[in-house]
């Protein structure tokens, strides 16, 4: 089957590493639907792709009939959606009760690779209840579907990195003194975004 023929049901297709790996899709020839709650606000992701190629639909990704409108007649399917902090929606619902639903929907429409971004250290008796809610999500995908690939980043690199880096040069503007948790013992191990997006192209690739 051509790359032209297969069609790819996004989810958080708005978020950083999203935006390099929908651009790496389009140029490989993909088909692609992308379920965003506000279609409108990501209109230029469509930049990246020949006419046809993307569309866009309006999604609540806690309705089941609106996720399934997305995922009817895709072949596979990436889960981008997260959030570092909560606020209308928890880290449970967003990272634990969400994947659930996706990976019982993937089964039923059989769905032929399910990719999920999760977090680097997410492990079940972690202190942070982000990391907690993102390995139960693991565990419930692990659980509902066979066909299942999940992808632990570290922290990702690139331009327009979320403002990560921007956010540490701002504070030095402001102020002469940096706080660093953990009395500076925390160590980063970056990823660079077009690696991780790169890396979601060759999982799709792989025919068994």
């Known amino acids: 089957m051509q790359n032209n023929q297969k069609i790819i049901g996004i989810f958080g297709g708005n978020s950083f590493l999203a935006k390099y790996t929908i651009e790496k899709l389009c140029k490989a020839g993909y088909r692609i639907k992308i379920g965003t709650r506000k279609p409108w606000l990501v209109n230029h992701i469509k930049t990246m792709a020949a006419p046809g190629q993307l569309i866009l639909m309006s999604t609540n990704v806690f309705d089941q009939k609106s996720v399934e409108e997305v995922l009817k007649d895709c072949t596979f399917c990436i889960n981008f959606c997260g959030q570092l902090t909560e606020g209308k929606t928890s880290f449970h619902q967003l990272h634990s009760q969400w994947p659930e639903m ?107």
Not at 148 to 157: D, K, T, V
Request: with cysteine; charged share 20%; glycine share 4%.
């Open 102 to 208: 996706l990976s019982k929907i993937s089964n039923e429409y059989k769905i032929k690779k399910l990719i999920h971004i999760s977090a680097l250290n997410s492990v079940e008796n972690h202190p942070s209840l982000y990391m907690k809610s993102k390995m139960l999500g693991e565990e419930k995908i692990k659980q509902n579907i066979e066909n299942y690939f999940i992808l632990r980043p570290s922290l990702i690199i690139g331009n327009g990195d979320d403002k990560f880096f921007s956010n540490f040069g701002t504070m030095t503007q402001i102020s002469p003194v940096i706080p660093l948790p953990f009395s500076g013992s925390t160590k980063f191990c970056p990823v660079h975004v077009s690696d991780c997006a790169e890396a979601i192209i060759k999982l799709l690739k792989i025919e068994n």
